[in-house]
């Protein structure tokens, strides 16, 4: 007799103990370039990765890094974009290009069996990309419109001002207006591309099925036959610089919506108070079911929605606090926000509410390990933190463990509104 399911009785739960991740293997490749290699999975799939450093950021120039990653794959001495673009959709794979504050990569999904057709291209773009005058001429049309059409946009000013405020003229605080596009130069983006992409800039990672083959060929096409140039590349950045300045309004007189963006410069992941202050940050704007979602979207009727966040550079973070408001309740809506971090720094966390964000903080930990890329992921971001695996062993048990007295003290030390940047588009 087959057991019938009591559909009256909850299934029981349990806590999540440990997490375990993933741990790649390294090989340093003949050139000096080294590769991760994840070998997981039981479909022919692999996702390979070529990660490179952004060079230090120009204000004279501030636009190569994220022209250049963009432009990689629109021609070659060998090929034109739209040739690239067929031969890696004959074989039904995907290739992309990424750019990010700190590093740019170039992505390619393939199966493992076409690998041999494939992974050329790819070394075809990293090492014979010409920017042809024809493309860069499109890219800077189409930019200067894209950038018109956001410009209009109060929540993209909104983040423009504030990263200009906190990071200066660095390349985490980039405020391209449209004429600035018309700096680009074919010769500029050439000299950038040697330097940049050269296997002593590169880390390769690759996760999937992956069989000695794979390896073998990766080897062979990016270990033995790709040299760096003469020139180093240098990967250095300028020091932040925030603004002394804390409160900025752009006045829009006919916004129907004001975009709030408040914040400061703030710890990264390499200290210790770290994982305590995302829960503090949960509580307060970290989740749907957050305080600020709950006051300023489901009470007030404010905003459709509203978020905090901690980012985490190299040189730094922020935490800021990101919303857009019926223009009418925009100064209501700010002294919520400051009522709610007040909130913080007087009144103890109940256990129940801690509970939760306990609870949820480590499900979508577990969550985000749904296969064998979200690991690799999970070591990219330590990797280029400079951090080891442990640093989750830390922060599982902060999660875990801290305590309300704890938490409470974390918001007095780290949030002062009165010192927060505050930045709003529209009306006010």
Known sequence: MTNTLDRKTAPQSR????INLISPKKTTLPNGCN???FNSGDQELVRIEWIFNNLRFDPAKPLLNTAVNTMLTDGTENLTAAEIADKIDFYGAFLSVDYGFEQSQVTLY???????KTLPVVKDILTNSIFPQKE???????????????LKKNDVVA?????????GDTIYGLNAEVETYNSLKREDLLAHYRQMYQPSNCTLIIAGKVDLSAVELLTDIFGNDWK???IQADITQPDLKRAAAIFYFVERPEALQSAIRIGTPFINRHHPDFPAVQVLNTVLGGYFGSRLMNNIREDKGYTYGIGSGLVSYRQGGALF??????????????TEIEKEINRLKTELIPDDELNLVRNYMMGSLLGSLENVFSHADKFKNLYFSGMGYDYYDRYTEVVKHVTADELLNLAIAYFDFEKFYKVIVGKY
């Open 159 to 167: 983040r423009r001002t504030f990263n200009k405020a906190l990071y």
């Open 321 to 334: 606090i990101a919303t857009e408001v019926g223009a009418e309740v925009c100064k209501a809506a700010v």
């Open 15 to 18: 806590a999540i103990e440990h």
């Open 136 to 150: 860069l001429d499109t890219y800077i049309r189409n930019q200067q419109q894209k950038l018109q059409v956001n």
């Open 228 to 230: 760096d140039q003469s």
């Open 35 to 37: 590769l991760f290699t």
């Open 110 to 116: 393939s199966l493992t069996k076409h690998l041999g």
